[in-house]
């Protein structure tokens, strides 16, 4: 439904997107993650149409947005970082005026308003003036908006930003019940969020694509470095030699916590028994208060992909 | 087409709830009432010739305030980026703002046909003159509202955009001074060419040149050639 093929965009000198190539199917959710400045908005708005790209070509319902961006346009709804509504206008206006440049009709209308207002639980504030509205109901509206005209693909730039936790869950469910059916590429801060409602995630830092996978498939991936978490009652740098000693451990922190206790953070590889080991190592001269195998969050993940990126650059420059 | 009516309905439902056009209006029914008494009772002749002059200075320096919103209201509101994204084509925005506009300018006039009751009641005006007159005064107004909604397209700010486009029309009004001070015919003639109120005289005179129509359409036509162009090429 959405195709990238390897897009860039350049703004003068300066190269905002890298080559990014990736592709949304019918009845997906694809999470698009990254750092703040790290190109998702400019990615969204060149799928939207608002900008083109530099190189590359985007596909919208089979559309190319270089072409045919008038078609794609009634196949897709928008909705924008800050939501684009006019505040003089009240909601049920402003609504009707973009369901009828999205090809509504006199008939269809009225049960399309419907539809999109009680998706977005807008009853209560239909007749008021846009400008009255809280943030919140700001969003849904913007929301709204983008559900008009029943589109294919739905492109959503932090759609829970200045919701409250109810409004979020509501709003959540709103995308899934679309994922169903349609195609949607969201973009977000909040973690959690992918791991909930989005089959697939991509990872974007500094206008390049570090990562596309499935939630539970980039944890995996990452667990290979895993991290192995003690406490132990004993001197700090005798157990970090004793630690590095035992194979499958490659790296050693340690800090003090009180008390003459340690807590130690061992980078192991992924093989299985390193626990055991280092168990046994301990058993010998310290006793043990804690040994726990951190699970990879996709937090972690998410950071040590930017965080690699970010020193390649740097290596690179 | 159902994008331009779409655009164009927009347009109306803004003006009327903002106070922008309110005020529009009535300083220009009152300046215009003001000169017209003025003009009647000072010279004694009951003809809007003088009025239609002091209109057009009117209408100069209000036009800024009609079209200053038009796109940069839309880029701080940030509402650009659905026109954009919408099923539609840079020049139906263009048109339906521009429609929506010059239905402005068209209530602006016809209500100042209230003059024309005491003229007709105790005068006897030329009605060919009067309607040449309004028709040099649309004209003129229309093409004094393209060049300021491209203006507005060009600035995210509508002060900036409005005065931008207030000296700008200000010149084409007193182009035709310049003139007086040229020796060469050319410049002189160009002069002429370009007046806004040059051209407007010979309407209010009840002359009507097909060379001073076809002006005011091709400034209208390439003020809104550039800002469609304008509005592609910012993609």
Same mark, same amino acid.
């Given at each position: 439904? $959405? ?17 990014? @190539? ?6 997906? $959710?694809?999470?698009?993650?990254? #750092? ?12 939207? /149409? ?33 939501? #684009? ?76 930003? /200045?919701?409250? #936790?109810?409004?979020? *869950? ?7 019940? +679309?994922? &169903? ?21 991509? !990872? ?17 991936? =990452? ?9 132990? @009652?004993?001197?700090?740098? #005798? ?7 035992? %194979? ?8 003090? !916590? ?6 130690? &953070? ?32 996709? %937090? ?7 965080? *690699? ?5 740097? %290596?690179?420059? | ?5 779409? $655009? ?65 209201? &839309? ?50 005006? &030329?009605?060919?003159? $009067? ?27 509508? !002060? ?22 040229? =020796? ?11 007046? +806004? ?39």
């Amino acid at each position: 439904m $959405i195709k990238l093929e390897s897009v860039s965009k350049r703004y003068g000198s300066r190269t905002i997107i890298h080559d990014i @190539s990736f592709s949304v199917a019918k009845g997906e $959710i694809v999470g698009f993650l990254g #750092p703040n400045g790290a190109g998702k908005t400019t990615t969204m708005r060149m799928i939207a /149409g608002s900008t083109t790209p530099t190189s590359g070509r985007i596909t919208v319902a089979g559309f190319d947005m270089g072409t045919q961006n008038q078609q794609a346009a009634k196949r897709l709804g928008y909705l924008p970082e800050n939501p #684009p509504l006019y505040d003089v206008l009240d909601v049920s206006t402003y609504l009707r005026f973009v369901a009828k440049v999205k090809g509504v009709t006199g008939a269809a209308m009225r049960a399309e308003l419907e539809r999109v207002i009680s998706a977005c639980r807008l009853e209560a504030v239909v007749a008021r003036e846009i400008y009255k509205l809280s943030k919140g109901y700001r969003q849904r509206v913007g929301l709204a908006q983008a559900l008009l005209g029943k589109p294919d693909v739905l492109l959503l730039d932090e759609p829970t930003a /200045g919701l409250d #936790p109810g409004q979020i *869950q509501e709003t959540r469910e709103v995308i899934r019940a +679309f994922g &169903e059916h349609g195609a949607v590429l969201l973009s977000t801060h909040i973690l959690p969020e992918v791991t909930l409602i989005c089959q697939r995630v991509a !990872i974007i830092n500094g206008g390049r694509l570090l990562a596309i996978d499935s939630p539970a498939g980039l944890q995996q991936a =990452s667990q290979q470095t895993n991290n192995v978490l003690i406490e132990v @009652s004993a001197e700090a740098e #005798p157990l970090r030699q004793e630690l590095l000693a035992v %194979e499958g451990v490659s790296d050693v922190k340690v800090v003090s !916590i009180g008390d003459g206790f340690v807590r130690a &953070e061992c980078q192991v590889d992924a093989q299985a028994g390193v626990e055991a080991r280092i168990a046994r190592v301990i058993a010998t001269r310290w006793s043990l208060h804690r040994l726990e195998r951190q699970q990879s969050t996709l %937090e972690n993940v998410f950071l040590r992909y930017v965080n *690699q990126s970010a020193q390649q650059q740097k %290596e690179a420059a | 087409m159902n994008g331009v009516l779409a $655009i164009y309905r927009k347009e109306m439902i803004q003006y009327f709830r903002s106070p922008i056009a309110y005020f529009v209006m009535s300083v220009f029914l009152v300046g215009t009432g003001y000169f017209f008494l003025y003009n009647i009772f000072s010279t004694g002749v009951g003809t809007m010739d003088e009025t239609f002059r002091n209109m057009g200075v009117l209408l100069v320096t209000l036009i800024p305030l009609v079209t200053m919103r038009l796109f940069s209201g &839309e880029y701080t509101g940030r509402t650009m980026e659905l026109l954009m994204t919408l099923p539609l084509k840079p020049w139906e925005i263009v048109v339906g703002k521009y429609l929506g506009a010059a239905t402005i300018l068209l209530l602006m006039t016809s209500a100042t046909g209230i003059n024309l009751v005491p003229l007709y009641l105790f005068g006897n005006p &030329e009605t060919k003159t $009067i309607l040449s007159g309004y028709m040099g005064f649309l004209l003129m107004g229309m093409a004094c509202l393209a060049i300021g909604q491209f203006f507005s397209a060009l600035t995210h700010n509508q !002060i900036v955009a409005a005065l931008i486009t207030t000296p700008i029309l200000l010149a084409f009004w007193f182009i035709g001074h310049l003139q007086a001070y040229q =020796s060469s015919p050319e410049l002189r003639g160009l002069f002429g060419y370009l007046s +806004f109120s040059l051209h407007f005289g010979d309407f209010i005179r009840g002359l009507l040149r097909t060379e001073a129509v076809a002006f005011y359409f091709a400034v209208v036509g390439i003020a809104l050639t550039l800002n469609t162009s304008y509005l592609q090429w910012r993609r």
